[in-house]
């Protein structure tokens, strides 16, 4: 070990044991008494001199207590640190001066590239950063702070601020280009460098090979129109195509389709990064940011990515090519850094359904079933939609790069390669022509999507959709009994039938609705004479038995005609031997054991 790191952890500890003592309670002094102590014992913490404590033993005696067993001698070197601890990993411990291609974006930002001037925003109102080996491009979701000066803000693990600010502009729109600093773990925007800037955000590393082949970006949810078959068919195609990962941008959806979104966030299928700031705008209207933060958050993540909308198919046309990536896989040349493939629409007259309710229900609803009237292909400029490579593009607009930093800005797929099929709603809900521009394309034809993903996809969806909403149920007596648990609650539906029945809900179908007052006065006598268990007694062979067995248990948590008839039900004509030694050996007492229950 380096005398550098022994002086630090010797520091660390003696900073730590000069300020606290440890003491432990029972008036024990050391481990050895604390490790043979019979109760279990307990620390005192306070402002004093240091204590020495000596070695435990290295067997656990059977008499131990349970929480006197687990003793150390010293700490887990990893933890050796305090509060002020800031580590500054490899990757992050760089600095730079400069930014890439400064010169070409003061040359694009004369030309007026991309200049917005779009909403009222009177902030930057940050979305996200990320560190690549020579800048940090931080993505915001204002549009009209365009080629104005501001100055990069950073900030360490314990959001520190760190006194080395860089000046730079926004450009692209809703976009800076900020230099490297040694240890900056968030950062922020500030227009001066006396005001106090808006929120940081945490720096996300781009610094390693991409760790995917093909990515998507979902255009922003938004809308009224049910989502969750929609985003399931959406993920479950795009892997089938050999996607390995989603960015999807939320505005919002109904808490049903949340849950869904969830669960791909739980197996590790997308990111959901939620579109809010505190000003004005209508939901379609954060179109524009999210593709400029798809752009920068897929820079050094993914080699391609595909910017599309939630109602649109990628399709592969030629034998030559099974998927999406078979198709990646066959271009080598570097200057093809944008993939744009012509639209084919398809009428969809109804919205998708609002739940699961069955198998048959959603295969049939499922829309590469539902809708196959296919128009003809589309031009070139009408709507067309792009995978790219994007480290190589300066600046994305919706449908195609408005500037790039090498290679070609368009590489045109033939029709007869692939396609994207738009399943275009037939309501107007936004914008005014989609419908006439779908029509214009016209006459239609029925035409399926292939079999094999017809297959595979069907099955995919089925079984994401049945694992989130087809929800395991129990009956309602197991319900009562899980409930009964808690404070002696009820479940709704034991409520239900107890008033059908005429019944008083508040006796709630265990303790006390099982037995009559002759049963548990005579369950009290047959324990009185036991003395309850106390915490240092060791516990019989069948002390963990806690519930009362009858012949007829099996029903417990039905809920009888009447109360004479349940304690015919219940009642043992004559009290037994058997039964009086089951309550002794127990030791319960059905009045006064709160955890009693019935199995």
């Known amino acids: 070990m380096h005398l550098f790191h022994i002086l630090r952890f010797t520091f660390l500890t003696c900073f730590t044991y000069a300020s606290v003592q440890v003491s432990f309670s029972n008036r024990l002094k050391t481990i050895e008494e604390v490790y043979n102590f019979k109760n279990e014992v307990k620390i005192n913490v306070d402002l004093k001199n240091d204590t020495e404590v000596n070695d435990p033993s290295t067997t656990i005696p059977p008499h131990v207590n349970f929480h006197n067993s687990h003793l150390n001698t010293e700490e887990d070197p990893i933890f050796t640190y305090n509060s002020s601890y800031c580590p500054i990993e490899e990757w992050n411990n760089v600095r730079t001066d400069s930014i890439p291609y400064a010169d070409r974006h003061k040359l694009w930002a004369e030309l007026n590239i991309g200049q917005a001037k779009y909403l009222y925003h009177e902030s930057f109102a940050l979305l996200a950063a990320f560190a690549h080996s020579d800048q940090i491009i931080v993505t915001m979701t204002s549009e009209n702070q365009f080629n104005k000066t501001v100055y990069c803000r950073y900030y360490d693990c314990r959001r520190k601020e760190i006194p080395d600010q860089f000046e730079t502009v926004v450009y692209p729109e809703s976009t800076v280009f900020c230099a490297r600093r040694p240890g900056a773990k968030y950062i922020s925007i500030s227009e001066t460098l006396e005001e106090k800037p808006e929120y940081s955000v945490p720096i996300v590393p781009r610094v390693e090979k991409p760790p995917h082949y093909f990515t998507v970006c979902m255009a922003t949810l938004y809308g009224d129109e049910p989502k969750f078959l929609q985003i399931v068919d959406f993920i479950e195609y795009y892997k089938l195509q050999g996607a390995t990962f989603f960015h999807i941008y939320l505005r919002n959806v109904t808490d049903y389709d949340r849950v869904l979104l969830d669960d791909y966030v739980r197996t590790g299928d997308i990111e959901i990064i939620k579109m809010h700031d505190p000003y004005w705008r209508d939901d379609f209207m954060w179109h524009h940011v999210q593709i400029n933060d798809c752009h920068h958050r897929s820079k050094y993540f993914s080699k391609w990515t595909a910017l599309i909308d939630i109602d649109e198919r990628m399709e592969m046309r030629s034998d030559s090519y099974k998927t999406v990536t078979s198709f990646l896989d066959t271009i080598h040349d570097p200057n093809v850094v944008n993939l744009h493939f012509k639209i084919q ?239 002794e050996n127990n030791q319960i007492n059905p009045e006064n054991d709160k955890n009693w229950v019935l199995p």
């Open 345 to 583: 629409w398809i009428i969809k007259e109804f919205n998708t359904p609002e739940r699961y309710e069955n198998d048959e229900q959603l295969i049939e609803e499922m829309i590469f079933h539902k809708y196959q009237n296919l128009s003809r292909v589309g031009t070139f400029w009408t709507q067309p939609k792009c995978i790219i490579r994007p480290e190589k593009i300066g600046m994305m607009t919706i449908h195609a790069p408005l500037a790039i930093y090498s290679g070609i800005r368009r590489s045109l797929v033939n029709h007869e390669i692939a396609v994207v099929r738009h399943y275009r709603n037939v309501e107007q809900r936004v914008f005014r022509g989609a419908y006439q521009k779908m029509m214009n394309h016209a006459p239609f034809n029925i035409s399926p999507i292939a079999e094999w993903i017809d297959r595979k996809l069907t099955s995919s969806i089925l079984n994401r959709v049945k694992w989130v909403y087809d929800i395991l149920d129990v009956n309602c007596d197991q319900k009562q009994s899980i409930y009964q648990r808690h404070g002696k609650l009820n479940a709704s539906c034991w409520v239900e039938q107890q008033q059908l029945n005429d019944l008083d809900p508040s006796l709630g179908g265990t303790n006390a609705s099982l037995f009559t007052e002759e049963e548990m006065t005579f369950a009290s006598q047959a324990t009185s004479e036991v003395s309850p268990p106390t915490e240092t007694s060791e516990p019989s062979e069948t002390s963990s038995v806690n519930t009362f067995s009858t012949e007829n248990d099996k029903n417990a948590f039905k809920a009888p005609e009447s109360s004479e008839k349940r304690s015919e039900q219940f009642r043992p004509s004559t009290p037994t031997q058997d039964t009086a030694n089951t309550i």
